[in-house]
């Protein structure tokens, strides 16, 4: 599947749709896959198609410390470390096994307030 497909398209538009309502996101190209930045710096979250063949439609993000082992322990078919950033804390969020976007949500405004300069994270808590 590749975010052209349906499946891959419809979760795209629903990042996007939730990124844009986060303050000062823009979205841009990055190691080749759609990636959200705040203040076209620092890294919100990237969406994958099988990366390096993993065969998963998933969301990375920054997650608070001691998330990511708690998310992957509780639901291991739903989350796992993604390779080069996990060791940094950051969750994979599948997203092609029926995403909650309500939970997708909370996930990256955790994230967003993690990344996101204090000036924004006012903003976002308004």
Same mark, same amino acid.
């Given at each position: 599947?590749? #975010? $052209?497909s349906t499946e891959g398209?419809?979760?795209l538009d629903e990042?996007?749709? #939730?990124?844009?309502?986060?303050?000062?996101?823009?979205?841009r190209l990055s190691h080749g $896959?759609?990636? *959200? *930045?705040?203040?076209?710096k620092k890294t919100l979250c990237s969406i994958w198609n099988s990366h390096h063949d993993d065969g998963r439609l998933a969301m990375w993000c920054p997650a608070p410390v001691g998330?990511?082992?708690?998310?992957?322990?509780?639901e291991p078919e739903r989350f796992f470390v993604p390779?080069?950033?996990g060791h940094r804390g950051w969750i994979g969020l599948r997203l092609d096994i029926d995403p909650d976007w309500?939970?997708?949500d909370a996930i990256l405004r955790d994230a967003y307030r993690l990344v996101a300069p204090k000036t924004l994270v006012k903003q976002l808590d308004a």
């Open positions: 599947m590749s #975010l $052209s398209q419809a979760a990042l996007r749709a #939730l990124c844009a309502s986060y303050p000062e996101v823009s979205e $896959s759609p990636t *959200f *930045f705040i203040r076209d998330v990511q082992a708690e998310l992957i322990d509780r390779k080069y950033v309500d939970e997708v």
